[in-house]
């Protein structure tokens, strides 16, 4: 019997028996992304400590509650926001238009602990604005009312500011691939412009609304120093306080393996709904976006509401930054800055090539065949995303615990000597960290490069006789090179802006630009943080360029079609 027939092996067997190395690859980095993942959820029915048991009878119920109030204000918040502007945007003439489309994204750049650091400095007692207030009024302190920014509401308003856009760039584009022609019929039965939007455009939007809503969630759950900072107790914070504060992993790990299952909840509720949905659309021939006009109140009002956002989230922290630093260049921009910052280019310069070459190796892998198991072992590969870096710290960490521990022992008895820490508290540990958390980032860009070369390309290159290996380098590499660079620039912000993963990990004497700027303002040092903050929302703002690239290129691509 020849092994095609073989009814073990089947289509997936004579796969993997004619390409073993793509196979095993796959199989190899799922494992790899597993293994964080597999190790916390190990622990959820393991012996509970002492401190566990306390967590559970103390503040773990308020880790929840905050969590769920965090996620419940950000959620409300980013639908508000970015489907407001976005059906704005997408339906609307007004003046502007075209430069609010793109400057909507601009607080994508800013991390949201950025962005507390700054209105803290801002909003505080000692800030310039209460100062005013005082000034003005002649009042003291106590003598008048003042929000208070370092609380639970402080926090959504910041996750908020430059979360929406993940909304706002799903909703935007679904509202301008809906037909006109469903417009133009619900208003000739008597629907206005408001009950079209709830009756007609929301619901046919929601599924890409929710997608965004659910990384919107997945981010605020990830989120360290934002919380931290305002003193809201949420997993993260808890996670964090146990690992370094009482240095019970343990405990540690059970924190993070309650809230990854919140997570799976979460996306498993995010599936559900698109699952749900009953609502289609028919794409015929391609139509112009359908406009409503404004009258001048309702121009203000629409310019007033696109603006805010943009302000709030990234003109006014970015003068801000800009302002500090230059009052108070010789304590923020010395040579240690040059140091952190080298540390971080280097981090996230490594992890973004890596994931960029795995990302390829695995999409190109999916590509050669389309069997059910190796779909799902690359989508697991790429779920890291869903995934908080605090949850893949504590994963990587013990593993990699376990690794130093037995090695120095074999070191110990062939050497008579300890080798020290080798993988865990390392960048090497800390590179793996952020393969694992944003992978899926390049997949996602390298699959869809990778899915708009046709399939007879990889037929006419076996054909003359090339491998594999040879038609991905010397035919798919070149066609998909953009797709390949712009996850290396996704992947490289990211790392830049990753906060719980490397301060948890933290290798000795490699501290990158998002830890000192967090050490910094704990220590209330503002203005030394000013320099390194400012680094990283500049850094942040090459996507959102390559996004406005794209809108801009696309709208005048429709331009040129309309005119066709």
Not at 205 to 225: C, K, Q, Y
Not at 289 to 297: D, E, F, G
Not at 422 to 429: D, E, H, M, Y
Not at 490 to 511: G, Q, R, S, W
Request: hydrophobic letters at 50%.
């Amino acid at each position: 019997m020849t092994k095609s027939a073989s009814p073990w092996f089947g289509s997936w067997g004579r796969w993997l028996w004619a390409q073993p190395g793509w196979t095993l690859f796959v199989l190899f980095t799922a494992s790899l992304v597993a293994l964080p993942i597999l190790t916390v959820l190990s622990h959820i029915f393991a012996d509970s400590s002492e401190t566990w048991a306390h967590l559970a009878a103390t503040v773990l119920p308020s880790y929840l509650i905050n969590s769920l109030w965090l996620s419940l204000g950000v959620s409300l918040g980013v639908l508000g926001v970015g489907v407001s502007t976005a059906w704005f945007v997408a339906m609307c003439r007004f003046p502007g238009r075209a430069i609010v489309e793109w400057a909507l994204l601009l607080p994508l750049s800013t991390p949201a602990y950025v962005l507390a650091y700054t209105y803290t400095d801002f909003l505080d007692v000692a800030g310039p604005v209460q100062q005013w207030l005082r000034s003005t009024g002649q009042w003291q302190v106590g003598d008048y009312w003042f929000p208070e920014i370092r609380s639970l509401g402080g926090a959504i308003a910041m996750l908020v500011l430059v979360l929406y856009p993940y909304v706002y760039m799903l909703a935007r584009v679904a509202f301008l691939e809906q037909s006109n022609r469903l417009l133009e019929a619900s208003q000739m039965m008597g629907c206005n412009s408001w009950r079209s939007f709830w009756l007609v455009a929301f619901p046919l939007a929601r599924p890409s609304i929710v997608v965004g809503v659910a990384l919107v969630l997945m981010e605020t759950l990830n989120d360290f120093g934002t919380v931290q900072y305002f003193g809201v107790d949420t997993f993260t914070t808890g996670i964090y306080r146990v690992w370094t504060g009482f240095g019970d992993r343990q405990a540690a790990t059970q924190l993070a393996a309650v809230l990854l299952l919140l997570i799976f909840g979460l996306v498993l509720i995010e599936r559900w709904s698109r699952g749900r949905a009953q609502y289609y659309q028919s794409h015929g021939l391609r139509e112009r976006p359908y406009q409503y006009s404004l009258s001048r109140l309702a121009t203000a009002g629409v310019l007033a509401l696109c603006w805010l956002p943009i302000t709030l989230g990234f003109l006014l922290p970015t003068v801000l930054l800009g302002i500090m630093t230059y009052q108070n260049l010789t304590e923020s921009v010395t040579l240690e800055f040059t140091g952190y910052a080298g540390n971080s280019f280097f981090l996230a310069g490594v992890a973004a090539i890596i994931s960029a070459a795995i990302a390829t190796a695995l999409a190109y892998g999916q590509r050669l065949n389309h069997a059910p198991w190796l779909r799902t072992a690359t989508r697991f590969s790429a779920m890291g995303y869903a995934i908080p870096g605090s949850v893949i710290a504590v994963g990587i960490a013990m593993p990699f615990g376990w690794l130093d521990q037995g090695l120095n022992l074999i070191a110990q008895i062939w050497t008579g000597s300890r080798v020290g820490l080798v993988f865990s508290g390392t960048a090497l540990a800390l590179i793996f960290a952020y393969l694992v958390r944003f992978l899926a980032v390049s997949f996602g860009t390298v699959e869809a490069g990778l899915s708009k070369i046709k399939p007879s390309l990889d037929e006419a290159a076996r054909s003359l006789g090339r491998t594999p290996t040879q038609t991905l380098w010397q035919i798919h590499r070149p066609l998909m090179w953009s797709s390949i660079l712009t996850a290396v620039m996704l992947v490289f912000v990211d790392v830049m802006k990753e906060l719980p993963a490397t301060l948890m990990i933290n290798p000795t004497h490699f501290e990158t630009l998002a830890v000192r700027v967090y050490r910094l303002a704990s220590d209330e040092r503002l203005a030394a943080a000013s320099a390194p903050a400012l680094a990283i929302v500049a850094v942040g703002l090459l996507p959102v360029i390559v996004l406005s690239w794209q809108i801009v290129r696309s709208q005048e691509d429709e331009s040129s079609e309309g005119i066709g």
